[in-house]
């Protein structure tokens, strides 16, 4: 398989807030990247993984001013957590900067700088909630309310995470400060605004036609923002305000949303500093040499900021935009929200302090799709998979035959294996293409197949047999065991990326570092092996149960009056629903079977705008099985969010002929009395498109 041409390769994260700890739901992102760094450097690309800490904000001087000391004191603390955090889980940034730099306020005024000169910029009195108890205006996540467009309650002043709308503080209905449980009053205060409205063309043809962007998510983007003007972008705020103060307009100070995404510049200018290179070089439109890619990595909540906001900077700045921006879903655990009164609220260093990160790793890998599904952390499937694939498959072929060749090395020629490494090898492209489309998940797969061929090999060889019948044996005994850790070795590279521990323990074992993908396409013979060490342990439920226990703790009480927290205790056990709809009359088993249910993939989602309630659907059955439905679940859905979801529909309902279309089918869904929306089902994972509930 000859190698593709060198690329160069700039990727992000996005940046870690410094007013919280690493858990559970942000490794998703990090582990996702880099392993996507990992595999390009193993492919012998030019890769540059760059992050930083987004330091700026209302939130970091509430605390600092709590805490009883300076900003700069707290996040320095944070930076060291955070770095910490990462590295125990073998995330390797190339640098790791900080929002609050001198980089970043130059890169800042030379973005503004070019907005200004393009008549982007305008100022104008709005209306600010202000804490009169705090005595400071609330930035966004300062404030909660009712959703001024779909009415769901409990929601933060920039964004309705039921519907995705975005709005400013003073929009919300029936307002509450969460600095003091208070309503603020509302001032008037001058703010400085960035109007996108004039970059409209640019950013309708360059989310449909750029290629980087997932055609669901630009669908989304079409239907939600670019159908009517774009609002201009607030991004300004006034004192108090921790940050950059504007430096042609005093008393101002740069929003955090302008800063933070300008601070993957700066992150990729101190990186050229110290190696030799120019900005120019990674974000410049032009110059020589091969040009550069920029991927971001982000997920699902801040897909407008990506989307929209920052390519319009990046133009205005005649800045390149990015290659790609892949958004994931985001993390429950045991099929919920993260909660801290289950314990599944996790923090990074707790994982660290009793499970092996490395299994995490895995287990993320194996769950991410390259789309923006939500990935479920299920426990007790977590304690099955990595202990079935990577202690007894992966790591069994090695613990089962190396200590057979310590003495004598790999066979002097590699042994016929009826084709197994060659299969294997041939599997490295489609492998490879996983990888590059962010499917580690079919790149799991595919590498564990090639697992059970190999321990399928060993079984039926039996080496602790021909160990058993002495001198006549040994020639068969140290082939068979050549092939078994020649096959453990290319495994051990397919899973480099994601698990680089291992392949530097399979490097030790035999052959040395693994530094290249096309190490999978040939065998190694007549080399030593070194004494065999263990390399991974089973998970043991022990260990689960010790972080469920030390996670554990009360839930944050609610921040607006009678409602509830985002991670509040369900109370569906309270039997509140089911008094409210009593089951049904019994019906036979012949009745139920008449009910066709399957399982189903939702491949588009888009509003119906005359309609109240419906959201229409097309659903996928399998091949080219695809039927649309009308669903009542308008405003407790996201339409992007719903794309590549599984659900269960009822498949042989008779067609409805509405108003609006055809609906050919019905989506299954619960609600009830006193619920607070609409919760569609999903199957369990590995369910197919097609299967039926029996």
Request: charged share 20%; proline share 6%.
């Amino acid at each position: 398989m000859p190698s593709p041409p060198r690329r160069r390769i700039l990727v992000t994260s996005a940046l870690p807030y410094a007013n919280g700890h690493i858990h559970l739901g942000h490794l998703v992102e990090y582990i996702q990247t880099d392993v996507f760094v990992r595999f390009q450097r193993l492919r012998g690309h030019e890769c540059v993984y760059v992050c930083a800490d987004d330091t700026h904000g209302t939130a970091i001087m509430i605390r600092a001013r709590a805490e009883g000391r300076s900003e700069r004191e707290l996040i320095a603390e944070m930076r060291a957590a955070h770095l910490a955090d990462f590295a125990g889980f073998q995330v390797a940034f190339d640098h790791y900067g900080s929002t609050d730099n001198p980089a970043n306020r130059r890169l800042c005024g030379e973005v503004w700088q070019a907005l200004r000169t393009k008549g982007l910029v305008v100022s104008r009195d709005v209306q600010q909630l202000f804490d009169a108890t705090a005595g400071t205006f609330l930035a966004d996540r300062f404030v909660k309310g009712t959703c001024p467009r779909c009415r769901a309650a409990d929601q933060y002043g920039d964004t309705c995470e039921q519907c995705g709308a975005t709005y400013s503080p003073a929009d919300l209905v029936d307002p509450v400060s969460t600095l003091s449980g208070t309503r603020p009053e509302v001032r008037s205060a001058e703010h400085l605004f960035v109007t996108i409205e004039a970059l409209h063309g640019f950013l309708a043809e360059w989310t449909r036609s750029s290629g980087a962007i997932d055609p669901r998510i630009a669908n989304y983007l079409a239907g939600h923002f670019l159908g009517e003007p774009l609002r201009d972008w607030d991004v300004s705020r006034p004192a108090p305000y921790f940050g950059f103060e504007i430096p042609d307009a005093p008393g101002h100070y740069w929003y955090v949303w302008f800063d933070a995404p300008i601070g993957y510049l700066a992150a990729t200018a101190e990186w050229c500093e110290a190696h030799d290179q120019t900005l120019e070089s990674w974000w410049g439109r032009g110059g020589d040499g091969t040009p550069a890619e920029i991927h971001h990595v982000i997920g699902k909540d801040i897909v407008y900021f990506h989307t929209l906001f920052w390519p319009a900077m990046l133009e205005a700045a005649g800045l390149a935009l990015p290659t790609k921006v892949r958004v994931h879903g985001f993390l429950t655990v045991n099929g919920q929200k993260m909660s801290k009164s289950r314990g599944t609220f996790v923090l990074a260093r707790t994982w660290l302090d009793h499970v092996d990160p490395t299994a995490l790793r895995y287990y993320y890998a194996s769950k991410l799709s390259g789309g923006i599904d939500d990935l479920d952390l299920n426990l007790d499937e977590f304690l099955a998979k990595v202990n079935a694939d990577l202690v007894g498959k992966v790591v069994n072929l090695a613990s089962r035959t190396a200590r057979w060749l310590e003495p004598t090395g790999l066979a002097a020629t590699y042994p016929d294996d009826g084709g197994l490494f060659a299969q294997a090898a041939a599997d490295g492209a489609e492998i490879a293409a996983a990888y590059e489309d962010g499917d580690f998940a079919r790149a799991m797969r595919a590498i564990m197949l090639a697992a059970d061929r190999a321990n399928a090999y060993v079984d039926a060889e039996q080496p602790w047999k021909l160990a058993k019948q002495g001198p006549e044996a040994a020639g068969r005994l140290r082939d068979v065991a050549s092939v078994a850790l020649n096959l453990f070795r290319q495994i051990a590279v397919y899973l480099a990326p994601v698990l680089p521990g291992l392949a530097e323990q399979a490097g030790a074992l035999v052959g040395g570092p693994i530094r290249s993908w096309d190490e999978s396409q040939t065998p190694l013979a007549g080399l030593p092996v070194a004494p065999f060490t263990p390399l991974m342990k089973r998970i043991e439920r022990s260990q689960i149960d010790a972080v469920l226990a030390a996670s554990k703790g009360p839930e944050p009480e609610p921040t607006t009056p009678g409602g509830s927290s985002m991670d509040a205790t369900p109370t569906a056990d309270s039997g509140e629903a089911l008094a409210a709809e009593p089951l049904a009359a019994t019906c036979t088993i012949d009745d139920f079977t008449k009910v066709d249910l399957r399982v189903a993939r939702i491949v588009a989602a888009e509003e119906v705008p005359e309609a109240k309630k419906l959201l229409k659907l097309t659903i996928s059955l399998g091949g080219d099985a695809t039927r649309t439905v009308f669903a009542g679940i308008k405003g407790f859905h996201e339409p992007a969010a719903l794309v590549g979801r599984l659900v269960v529909v009822v498949a042989n309902l008779a067609p409805r002929q509405m108003k609006f279309g055809l609906s050919e089918g019905m989506v299954v869904a619960a609600s009830g009395a006193g619920a607070a929306g609409v919760y569609l089902l999903s199957p369990d994972s590995g369910a197919l498109p097609g299967m039926r509930l029996h």
